[in-house]
């Protein structure tokens, strides 16, 4: 997984409340084994009309904000089923940080296992960013996570929370199994200590019944 320490990107605002994971993938896009191509589907239901003809009423088809990476949300976001799929739609499409004033457990969890930051923000900034968004094509802001700041270049700079494991998995680039292999000799160390312990027992049975036990 890529790391994450610094990352500047235009925003694009998605101004709803309590947008589920069934609207980022819906069901019928689940059977895929794959974390590839789920970009093209990300908000699948609002994002086409019939025959997967772009609406031009919904914003992530709107030209000013091709190429956008940090996804303004409002509040709930990524509510609904527990599917893993959210997150890799949002990753596939380009985005690298959302930035919300809350999120549905899951989802943020699942954030962090595929390097996106799910940076919070209280509901009165998470404002001032669309009303900046709105007025400024092109607006993009510097999300850095060392310092744990999210600014513009117009000198506006807030601060976020993040517990410290979650910052260290973005910084490191680790996912689970990433974050199992930090403990790789310790758990070699277990796995030979249980062996010879095992070994021993055995070599007891072994004994026991040829005994006539």
């Not at 001032?128 to 850095?144: A, C, D, I, P």
């Not at 680039?173 to 310790?186: A, N, R």
Request: hydrophobic share 35%; proline share 7%; aromatic share 12%.
């Amino acid at each position: 997984m890529q790391p994450f320490s610094t990352h500047t990107g235009m925003v694009m605002p998605l101004d709803r409340v309590n947008v589920d994971t069934d609207q980022m993938v819906p069901k019928q896009f689940l059977k895929a084994l794959t974390r590839e191509g789920f970009g093209r589907i990300l908000f699948y239901d609002w994002r086409y009309l019939p025959g997967e003809k772009p609406n031009p009423e919904f914003v992530l088809n709107f030209p000013r904000y091709k190429g956008a990476s940090v996804l303004l949300a409002r509040a709930n976001f990524g509510c609904g089923s527990s599917r893993e799929h959210a997150p890799w739609g949002v990753k596939d499409y380009g985005f690298r940080v959302v930035v919300a004033p809350s999120y549905a457990d899951i989802f943020y969890n699942n954030c962090f296992k595929n390097g996106i930051l799910p940076a919070t923000l209280p509901e009165e900034q998470i404002e001032e960013l669309f009303q900046r968004t709105e007025k400024e094509e092109g607006y993009s802001l510097t999300v850095n996570l060392p310092n744990q700041t999210i600014a513009d270049k117009h000198g506006l700079m807030f601060k976020f929370e993040i517990a410290p494991s979650r910052k260290e998995v973005l910084l490191k680039g680790l996912d689970d199994i990433g974050t199992t292999l930090l403990h790789e000799p310790d758990i070699t160390a277990y796995e030979k200590s249980h062996a010879a312990t095992a070994t021993m027992f055995d070599a007891v049975d072994v004994k026991y019944y040829s005994n006539g036990h």
